[in-house]
């Protein structure tokens, strides 16, 4: 099964250095969705910085960029 990483950026980079085993791209977005929501609950700031200064990019094994959004486009799920 292929690996997609996870990486959070604003001026700088938070790697995701585990990765995450799914079947296919789509998959991996529905991932990408799940974990932003959490990410958000959890805290209204990263890093002490918004939400709205921060990206999500989801890379392949091989390091391509799959897809990217904004995490200001994400619903946190508790209605921020």
Known sequence: MPMYYFHLRNQDT???VDGTELPDTDAARAHADV???ELKFKADTFLDEAWSCWSMHVHDDEGQELFSF???DVESGNGK
């Open 14 to 16: 938070i790697q995701d």
């Open 35 to 37: 974990v932003a929501r």
């Open 70 to 72: 904004r995490m200001s």
